[in-house]
Nanobody, 128 residues
Framework: QVQLVESGGGLVQPGGSLRLSCAAS????????MGWFRQAPGKEREFVAA????????YYADSVKDRFSISSDSAKNTMFLQMNSLKDEDTAVYLC?????????????????????WGQGTQVTVSS
């Protein structure tokens, strides 16, 4: 059973930065990719970024491209999301996901049903 624990969320002003972490334990080798999603109140959970486990290829939603950066430390089983130039619309609960199988193409990486394990999430609030 994979367990995922996010941290690093908080309150930040527009234009500021935050770095989220996702610590994974329990069978993390069984996932070919990990991802970050976010969910704002009253909205659907949406894809933010993903990273493949073997090659470290990265994928981003258009809304965060050039502002966010996903990375991972395999030795520590930890995934990160560096968020820069934050905007009000980035406010959401950010969740990490694992347990992804199959071809690591963007169309599948963006689809939440392709992930089996989810963390509880960490709140990010962007406000002045």
């Amino acid at each position: 059973q994979v367990q995922l624990v996010e941290s690093g969320g908080g309150l930040v002003q527009p234009g500021g930065s935050l770095r989220l972490s996702c610590a994974a334990s329990g069978g993390t080798s069984s996932t070919s990719a990990m991802g970050w999603f976010r969910q704002a109140p009253g909205k659907e959970r949406e894809f933010v970024a993903a990273i493949t486990r073997s090659a470290g290829n990265t994928y981003y939603a258009d809304s965060v491209k050039d502002r966010f950066s996903i990375s991972s430390d395999s030795a520590k089983n930890t995934m990160f999301l560096q968020m820069n130039s934050l905007k009000d619309e980035d406010t959401a609960v950010y969740l990490c996901a694992a347990g992804f199988w199959g071809p690591t193409v963007l169309g599948r990486l963006k689809t939440k049903i392709n992930y089996s394990y989810w963390g509880q999430g960490t709140q990010v609030t962007v406000s002045s």
